[in-house]
């Protein structure tokens, strides 16, 4: 839908469009095909198909666009101009990391990206670059010279580039991929920028709250003098003050009694005052009362007066009639106003512009009596006419003149009433103030002789305080010292240590600018390296110059500390001791490192340390919320997280991260309008709370993080180091055997890590008192009290430290009386550790390690002697945890597990040295010098010999000299005979002086082909011989170890089937088919199995699924429900078991490995190894014909010999398939079902017979060898050696127990037997060598040379492969670098890309011409000429077939090289084919592709390029001058057409017919020499042709008799003469004289299967004349064959 959108936008709407696509957006690989589409047409096909709606829109678009233009409006010209629309408008940026395999393998699939695209290569930044951009963000620092931001700037580049190189050289020695980014760079310096602000925030406060608390302490000292000078001087003062005091107290006493007596009488007066005053209140009161009655009144009349108006006097006046109520108003007034009362009068004297004046102040005081009551009778009596209602509704004025007249008739009633009260009141008050003036003059003369008192007081108080001061000033210089005594004795050693760590704060202050670089650059960058790795890049860093000659402040290399820098004490005790971190140095740093980055960690955990750290530390402080990439909740649980400011830790990734979590991982938060803080997370938006932690984990010991997922996360390695295992198991040891220590010393750890806190929290509380106390601090008394308790508390605290150290101490003493064997078994898990780099299925988890260690440790004998004690804890750890991990190892891999155990030990206790351990992987890289003539000793020998001595002179000094004075005497016999290495110690002086050790580095340099028995004899001399040969594994030892939720896994070699001995053990244990289900898995099977499954859990039966590796997309959930066992273990039925088989795979799960009981099932290694087991699963009844009979028959005998001797066979040919070739053409997966079908066939042939004389020897023979074993047997050459070998055994000499010997060549008795029951031969068995003899295969010594070489080499180089590649040589490496980096382009070694093209040239250069016919024409008369039909001959037709072979291949040789070196130079695809040759040129290999018109050969790249010319040499020759005297075998592609051709040849010559021919070989050892081949003096006239070039493998040939003898020791290939091949009839030939020997082109001798039946590499048979003791059996054995060529 997206992607239609895109193509409407660009085409229809014709807008210019970006698309920027990122290789980290690629989940399927199918959006490249659309991709490539769009570059190549501008289209994706069917994307609009069906889609109308958007079709439509197109049209609606462009239509219009298209009628401007005039364009024709059709369906096919509308898509046309849209798709022209789409390339003209968009424009793709594609964003691809070149980084590993796919975006070559891109290039490859979808060509548009290089043909459509133009490339634009971003290669690393240069170092300008790199400078200039850190000089810029630098700037913005405050507070640093400009010179030392120069130095910073030039630290990040030098940090940057260093780190390249360490990275490359981690890759080159540990095969781990770190990568440096630019922004790994940019990160780098904002972390730096911000550390170091926050660093000198942190330190600042710090030191600015110690200054002001010892700046405290400093002034209370100062203080203390000035005090006690202050407190000497008060004392006369307080003395006059208290003298002064006493005498004004006397005074005062007089005064104040007479100002008493007289303020009694005053105040006796002042009460009668007071009573008249309160009765004059109370008339005056009553007045007040009645005059209240008329003022109301009074107050509404002047009221209504004051509205009136001019207008509402005219009012009234105007009316001709009035009303009676408004002439008996204004009759009223007039009475009032003594005016005539007649209506005219009044109109008169309304019409006076005083007349409401006059109203309004009218003496209504002086109101007549007469005039009131003619008032009263006459009008305000009558309430009908003369009522203030009824007036209101004639007039206003009228209204308002009424209330006048009321008003004034009520207040002249009240004004009588009143009088006589107001007369009295006057009266009153005049005795009032009359009795008040006497009562003030007394009052004041009694205030007079107050105030002589209170003045004589005041004197007193004055006197008084000055006294109190001073006794307060005196009791406060007292306790003010006694304070300063409290602080300054209290803290003087807190004064000391801090004024120490202020200096020390000062100095780090100073030195910050410098060390927190080499943080941030820690923090940035070390993450993912190794403990050894991170101390070198520091080292590297702050050796360099800026900070070496101090242009940058930093603390000394010694002395710097980044976890004592970055991290808190505390904190990381608690991390160790609470939370399950490892104590050792790697995995603190590596805990800060998670904790200082900006970016969230990645945490590369294998052993689940860091994530039980994290579940530990965040379920105590919060919520956890853990969660796995796969599961489908994982968003919703993010969500949650991030909503919530939760912790949420993402378990087991793999090398992928999710593109959903990349805003997450790259913090993208931002604010909305609102100020919210938002993240984006899917479609949506949510909040983002800032306490929202992430971490992430995987389980992978090794991943790739491809540089896209490294920049968006900090990755942290949390590998378990040696020294963090051994603390761990260590204290799991100490809990087993001392519990009380251990127990002690957890509540002892618990007690001093909250000691240790509290103090902290103490030393803090004072420092921050002293910091905020106010003025002078020795008044603070809530301080100093609270000083003095801390100090006390502090005092108490810090002696239960001292006290809880020593006990520590003593607890540590104690345990490390135990540290030898958790040192003991942490080696043994880094060594089980590192057998996984050898086979992905050894992986077992640190949790099962603990889990079988603890079970070790608990059941192991008990010993009263600790000495003893701890010896058998050693010695029972390493047998069982060996025993244990062996059982799931393959054979070829439990000695190399051995031996590893044993060095590391030694490596350990320094009883092997780390150059003599690398020394012996490596060898030596001397110079070849000239050996001494001495018979035995090769060069390679001698030169190891000299360069071990040069290496190792206080060792092996006078080895040569040794070497040549005592050869005959000594080394001869060293040199020449099987054994006698093994005990040179006894014979040789000079050699009795080396460890064991140094034995074995001397036997790889003398004879490396014994090496791996010498390791096996190294191992039984330190270790034991239990470490060297194992019994075979029983499956009921095994199901022991096992529980309901534990799978037991197969781990499978090639032919193995554990089916039937599953079977059988559970049909032992009574699981019968009902209750035992077995499943292959394959496609389709998963939802059968996870039905089967849970049925078995569920009712307890064993579920088997086989074949896990061929259901590799089922895998993972194969681990969700083995997890799903594990963390529900109630849902699992108790008798359920899981078996699983697999061959091995690095897909199986992980945590299934880890957690599982592995068992491999293979055939055993060695004859003996293999008969034990092939009779440790027989009982005594299988070996009886009848186990009912009461006593034994004749044939019960026969029986039990034949069917050793069968069990014999059967390990005899399983084992000759370690001799390659010379065993058989061919690997066969010969298995035990075989064996047990050969058992039941010989049990049914012997069973029906009754007497030995009728065995049918023959039939036995061809049932058990042809047919059954030789079944699986698809070469004749090797049928006829099984058949051969079966026939030694299967005879009637097996018969006599005295005569009969399982080895004719053996003389001694170890391989005669007897017969017995099974014991007897199980005790046989046993009694066998542990190595064999080549004679038990009919071998010869050379074989065994070559084997055991072989295995040699192998052994050593996969122990070699588990190593770090050199790390010395990487040092020297790095060092050269950086010491020659600015030395020019040129000095530098060639790249690959140069070599590979100078290779190239050297190759065309070296090759001839092709071979033109044209050359031939003589050759070709020639031959004509020698026939009668005048046709040419079989054999120069021949020629011309292979001319045109050898053509072929030229062609494609020279093409494919100059192809290549145009493609390397970029002017054509890297196509896969020119990769493969590239890889195969720079590793020396002839590519693939060349073989494919290639001859045969094994040849290295420069010994083909010869062997090649040489051949073209030799057919050109052939070409130009006719038939050479003699061939050259080896020459030919097809080397039967020249076969044929002889015969043909023949054939016509003598007219004889073809099929009666065959050859007669005359080896011509007397008559030429190898100078003779090219020879004109040899014959051309004989019959058939002479042919060389032929190598015997596996014998010599004796030039004095003409017969086959057997090789020389050491003489692997011996180079044939002559041979004479002369056609002859076929003719008989004599077995018994004559060995059929055949002819291959190569030493692998195995081929296709041609349609003759043969194979493609085995030419013919040649008949070779043998010794009359050794028929012909006695080569078949041997495996002698002739090679046309050698490997090199």
Not at 348 to 360: G, T
Not at 527 to 545: C, D, I, K
Not at 937 to 945: M, V
Not at 1119 to 1141: C, N, Y
Request: with cysteine; charged share 25%; aromatic share 8%.
């Amino acid at each position: 839908e997206d992607l239609r959108e895109l193509m409407i936008v660009s085409g229809a709407q014709r807008k210019q469009t970006v698309f920027l696509f990122n290789d980290t957006q690629i989940i399927d690989e199918r959006f490249l095909e659309d991709i490539n589409n769009i570059l190549n047409s501008g289209e994706v096909p069917n994307l609009f198909d069906g889609e109308q709606e958007h079709l439509q829109r197109i049209d609606d678009a462009l239509h219009p666009y298209m009628k401007e233009l005039d364009m024709a409006i059709t369906p096919d010209a509308t898509w046309n101009e849209f798709v022209s629309q789409i390339r003209n408008n968009l424009h793709l940026v594609l964003c691809f990391s070149p980084v590993g395999d796919a975006f070559r393998r891109r290039c490859r699939m979808f060509p548009s990206l290089i043909n459509c695209c133009t490339i634009d290569w971003y290669s690393q930044w240069p170092k300008q670059a790199l400078l200039s951009v850190s000089h810029h963000f630098l700037s913005e620092l405050a507070d640093i010279e400009e010179e030392t931001k120069q130095h910073l700037s030039q630290m990040c580049q030098f940090v940057h580039a260093s780190v390249h190189t360490q990275s490359e050289r981690f890759y080159a020695e540990l095969r781990r991929k770190v990568y440096t980014t630019p922004k790994s760079y940019l990160d780098m310096i904002a972390l730096y920028i911000g550390m170091l602000s926050s660093k000198r925030q942190e330190l600042g406060a710090r030191r600015n709250t110690l200054c002001t608390g010892l700046t405290k302490l400093e002034g209370a000292n100062k203080t203390v003098a000035t005090l006690q000078e202050e407190l000497k001087a008060l004392q006369p003062q307080l003395v006059s003050k208290q003298q002064e005091a006493t005498q004004l107290l006397s005074k005062i006493a007089v005064d104040q009694a007479e100002a008493d007596a007289v303020k009694e009488r005053v105040e006796a007066e002042a009460q009668i005052v007071e009573k008249q005053a309160e009765e004059t209140r109370a008339v005056q009161q009553d007045a007040q009362n009645d005059l209240d009655r008329a003022l109301p009144a009074l107050e509404a009349a002047s009221n209504a007066l004051k509205a009136l108006n001019k207008s509402d006097i005219t009012e009234v006046k105007s009316m001709a009639k009035p009303p009676a109520g408004v002439v008996m108003v204004l009759e009223a007034v007039m009475i009032l106003l003594k005016e005539k009362t007649s209506w005219d009068n009044a109109k008169k004297v309304m019409a006076s512009v005083s007349f409401l004046s006059s109203l309004q102040e009218f003496d209504k005081d002086h109101i007549a009596q007469k005039t009131v009551e003619v008032l009263k009778k006459k009008y305000t009596s009558d309430v009908e006419n003369f009522s203030v209602e009824r007036m209101q509704k004639v007039s206003v004025a009228a209204t308002a003149l009424c209330k006048w007249v009321h008003a004034m008739v009520l207040y002249s009633e009240v004004s009588k009433t009143v009088e006589p009260k107001r007369q009295r009141l006057q009266q009153m008050n005049a005795e009032l103030d009359k009795a008040n003036a006497e009562l003030t003059e007394k009052r004041t003369a009694l205030q007079r002789i107050v105030d002589k008192v209170d003045a004589l007081k005041k004197q007193c108080d004055a006197t008084l305080a000055e006294k109190q001061q001073l006794e307060f000033e005196s009791n406060q210089c007292l306790q003010r010292l006694e304070r300063a005594e409290k602080l300054t004795v209290g803290l003087a050693a807190e004064q000391v240590r801090w004024s120490e760590q202020e200096k020390m704060l000062q100095k780090q202050i100073s030195d910050l600018v410098g060390d927190v670089f080499i943080a941030a650059a820690f923090v940035s960058y070390a993450g993912p390296f190794t403990g050894e790795y991170r101390q070198h890049l520091v080292s590297q860093w702050m050796n360099n110059e800026c900070f070496s000659s101090d242009k940058i402040a930093h603390s000394d290399l010694q002395h710097f500390s980044f976890v004592k820098l970055m991290g808190n004490a505390v904190q990381i005790k608690q991390w160790t001791d609470s939370y399950g971190l490892p104590s050792d140095e790697v995995s603190i740093e590596s805990a800060i490192i998670s904790r200082c980055s900006e970016r969230w960690p990645l945490m590369i955990d294998p052993q689940n340390q860091a994530k039980q750290w994290i579940k530990n530390m965040e379920r105590n402080g919060g919520k956890l919320h853990c969660v796995k990439m796969d599961d489908a909740n994982l968003l919703r649980v993010l969500e949650v997280a991030v909503r919530n400011g939760e912790a949420l830790l993402i378990e087991d990734i793999g090398e992928h991260l999710d593109a959903a979590l990349d805003s997450i991982l790259n913090r993208a938060v931002f604010k909305s309008s609102g100020g919210r803080l938002l993240i984006r997370l899917g479609d949506s938006d949510i909040d983002y709370d800032p306490g929202f932690r992430l971490y992430i984990s995987t389980k992978l010991s090794n991943p790739h993080y491809l540089p896209e997922v490294a920049i968006k996360v900090t990755l942290i390695n949390f590998t378990v180091t040696r020294h963090g295992l051994s603390e761990q198991l260590l204290a799991d040891v100490v809990k087993h055997e001392r519990p009380e220590i251990d127990e002690k010393r957890t509540l002892l750890i618990a007690q001093m890590a909250e000691d240790k806190a509290q103090l902290q929290h103490i030393e803090e509380t004072i420092l921050k008192l002293l910091s905020e106390s106010v003025g002078n601090i020795l008044d603070d008394v809530q301080l100093i009290d609270t000083l003095q308790s801390s100090k006390q508390t502090s005092a108490i605290i810090k002696q239960r430290v001292a006290d809880s150290e020593l006990t520590e101490q003593q607890i540590e003493e104690t345990r490390s009386k135990y540290r030898c064997v958790a040192q003991r078994a942490s080696i043994l898990f880094f060594v089980i550790s590192s057998m996984a780099l050898i086979d992905p299925m050894y992986q077992y988890s640190l949790s099962y390690f603990a889990k079988l260690f603890n079970s070790i440790i608990e059941n192991a004998a008990k010993s009263d002697e600790l000495e003893q004690r701890l010896q058998i804890l050693q010695t029972e750890l390493t047998a069982q945890i060996y025993t244990n991990i062996c059982r799931g190892l393959f054979e070829r891999h439990k000695l190399i597990f051995s031996f590893l155990i044993g060095c590391m030990i030694q490596l350990h206790s320094q009883r092997i040295s780390q150059s003599e351990w690398m020394y012996f992987l490596r060898g030596s890289n001397h110079t070849q010098q000239a050996s001494p003539a001495l018979q035995a000793i090769s060069s390679k020998a001698w030169n190891d010999a000299l360069d071990l001595e040069h290496q190792f002179d206080a060792v092996f000094g006078g080895l040569t000299q040794n070497l040549v004075q005592q050869f005959n005497s000594f080394w001869r016999s060293y040199f020449d005979e099987e054994n006698a290495w093994k005990s040179a110690a006894d014979n040789n002086a000079w050699m009795s002086k080396l460890s064991h050790f140094q034995r074995l580095m001397l036997l790889k340099a003398l004879k490396p082909e014994k090496v791996q028995f010498g390791i096996a004899q190294f191992v039984e001399e330190t270790l034991g011989a239990h470490f060297v040969s194992l019994p075979p594994t029983k499956l009921q030892a095994v199901f022991r170890d096992t529980d309901k939720t534990t799978p037991i896994i197969f781990v499978l070699s090639t032919g193995a089937d554990p089916q039937s001995v599953l079977q059988r053990f559970a049909k032992e244990m009574g699981y019968f088919e009902s209750r035992l289900h077995v499943l292959s898995l394959g496609q389709g099977q998963g939802v059968k199995a996870e039905k089967l499954l849970q049925s078995a859990m569920k009712q307890g039966h064993w579920l088997c699924l086989q074949n896990c590796h061929l259901a590799k997309s089922w895998m993972p959930h194969l681990e969700k429900l083995v997890i799903a066992m594990d963390e529900k273990p109630e849902s699992v039925h108790a008798d359920f078991r899981l078996w699983l088989t697999s061959m091995p795979c690095d897909y199986f799960p992980v945590p299934v490995l880890q957690n599982g009981v592995k068992l491999t099932n293979e055939p055993p290694r060695g004859i003996r190894a293999n008969l034990m087991r092939s009779y440790a699963s027989l009982s005594q009844q299988d070996l009886e014909l009848q186990t009912h009979a009461e006593s034994e028959s004749e044939m019960d005998v026969v029986y039990r010999r034949l069917l050793f001797t069968l069990s014999f066979f059967h390990a005899v040919i399983q084992e000759r398939r370690k001799f390659g070739a010379l065993g058989f053409n061919k690997a066969y997966e010969f298995n035990d079902s075989d064996l047990e079908t050969s058992m039941t066939i010989l049990r049914m042939f012997v069973s029906e017979i009754a007497e030995r004389a009728h065995i049918p020897w023959q039939a036995l023979r061809y049932v058990i060898g042809q047919i059954n074993y030789g079944g699986r047997v698809t070469d004749d050459w090797d049928r006829r050696c099984l058949m051969t070998i079966l026939d030694s055994y299967y005879t009637r000499a097996v018969l006599d127990a005295h005569s009969y010997s399982l080895v004719k060549e053996s003389s001694d008795d170890s391989y005669r037997f007897s017969d017995g029951a099974l014991t007897y031969y199980k005790q046989y068995i046993e009694r066998l060598p542990l190595h064999d003899d080549p004679r038990v295969f009919g071998m010869h010594q050379n074989a065994n040379i070559t084997h055991q070489a072989q295995e040699s080499n192998t052994m050593i180089d996969t122990i070699l492969s588990i190593q770090p590649r050199n790390p010395a040589e990487s040092a020297q490496q790095n060092k050269n670098e950086n010491e020659d980096e600015e030395q020019d382009e040129a000095a530098k070694p060639k790249t690959q890309d140069e070599m590979v093209s100078d290779l190239a040239a050297e190759i065309l250069a070296s090759l001839p011409a092709v071979l033109d016919m044209k050359d031939g024409e003589q050759t070709f008369m020639d031959a004509r000429a020698s026939t009668q039909n005048g046709m040419m001959d079989s054999l120069t037709i021949f020629l011309v077939q292979e001319c045109e072979k050898f053509n072929r291949l030229l062609t494609t040789v020279s093409s494919t090289l100059q192809q290549l070196q145009a493609a390397i130079i970029g002017q054509v695809v890297m196509s896969a084919t020119l990769d493969d040759i590239y890889n195969d040129l720079l590793n020396n290999k002839v590519p693939s592709e060349w073989k494919k018109v290639c001859y045969p050969s094994l040849k290295p790249l420069k010994s083909w390029i010869v062997d090649l010319n040489a051949r073209l040499s030799f057919i050109g020759n052939w070409l130009l001058h006719g038939k050479p005297h003699t061939y050259w075998m080896s020459a030919f592609f097809f080397q039967q057409g020249f076969i044929t051709g002889i015969l043909q040849n023949h054939a016509r010559k003598y007219k004889l017919a073809i099929d009666s021919l065959s050859f007669e070989f005359v080896i011509r050892n007397h008559e030429y020499s190898p100078q003779d081949i090219s020879s004109s003096a040899l014959p051309t006239d004989i019959d058939g042709v002479l042919v060389y070039g032929m190598y015997l493998d596996g014998a010599k040939w004796n030039d004095s008799t003409g017969t086959l003898q057997d090789a020389n020791i050491g003489e692997l290939y011996y180079k044939m003469p002559i041979i004479h091949f002369v056609p002859t009839q076929q003719q008989q030939h004599h077995k018994s004289v004559l060995y059929e020997c055949p002819l291959y082109k190569t030493s692998v001798r195995a081929g296709v299967l041609s349609t003759t039946g043969q194979s493609t590499n085995y030419i013919l048979p040649i008949h070779l004349p043998t010794p009359a003791d050794k028929d012909h059996t006695y080569w078949i054995k041997r495996g002698v064959a002739l090679l046309t060529q050698l490997n090199d």
